[in-house]
């Protein structure tokens, strides 16, 4: 089984809707990341936590909020969907003290329309 | 702030041509990490190197290899003997030493796209 898994894969949803994509990990690490990725600009950081009780701001925060029910869980919601959301969002895991090395989900396709 | 500048947007290749990818940096700081990750047409990402800043030896993996030169703050990636399934996106990023104020971020490229043809 994959150790960061992100679900759904894909949805297509439409303006104003209520999103949620939803995080989990078995690889034990306590930090956590929503990277957003778009064509021809690489990944961009939207939330990130370090534990249960930390939530930070990254980079491209504005539209979304995030959730971490659990240090195994992660979600990213987007209370009212814009096209311009439109991307492929990934999820990654770290350990605090290993170096920084991210490990990254599978991603989530999501279209809005 | 930290920012990561891959100038090829897009490299075309036949199979076992060498090929380079440039990734140039600028940060502030002088501890870092340095990576290089994969992204295959299936959409996941893989990750190939990690390099620390204290740390300019040049690594080879079978035919992958990289080039760390702080004196010109880039990190390149070289493929030798190219091969179709080597066809996918590579992002170069760049990371803080992680302190308690730091959440570690990865700065990303915006990736160059290498297409291998037969």
């Known amino acids: 089984d994959a150790d960061v898994t992100q679900t759904p894969r894909n949805r297509i949803t439409k303006t104003g809707k209520r999103i949620m994509l939803e995080c989990s990990q078995t690889k034990g690490h306590d930090r956590m990341y929503w990277y957003r990725q778009d064509p021809g600009l690489g990944l961009r950081l939207i939330y990130y936590?370090?534990?249960?009780?930390?939530?930070n701001k990254g980079e491209i925060s504005d539209g979304y909020s995030v959730s971490r029910q659990a240090q195994a869980k992660f979600s990213l919601s987007l209370e009212s969907a814009i096209p311009n959301q439109t991307a492929l969002y990934f999820c990654?895991?770290?350990?605090?003290?290993?170096?920084?090395?991210?490990?990254f989900g599978p991603g989530t396709r999501l279209t809005v329309l | 702030a930290q920012k990561v500048t891959q100038a090829q947007t897009e490299i075309s290749v036949v199979e076992k041509e060498d090929v380079t990818l440039d990734c140039v940096y600028e940060t502030r700081d002088t501890t870092y990490y340095l990576f290089w990750y994969k992204q295959p047409p299936s959409g996941e990402l893989v990750f190939l190197i990690r390099?620390?800043?204290?740390?300019?030896q040049n690594e080879i993996s079978g035919r992958y290899s990289w080039n760390f030169q702080k004196s010109t703050s880039s990190f390149n990636f070289t493929i030798t003997a190219s091969q179709v399934v080597d066809s996918a996106v590579y992002f170069c990023a760049l990371s803080l030493i992680p302190n308690s104020n730091s959440g570690y971020a990865l700065n990303f490229g915006k990736g160059t796209s290498l297409l291998v043809t037969p």
């Open positions: 390099r620390n800043s204290f740390d300019e």
């Open positions: 990654a895991t770290g350990r605090t003290g290993e170096n920084n090395e991210q490990f």
């Open positions: 936590s370090f534990d249960v009780k930390d939530i």
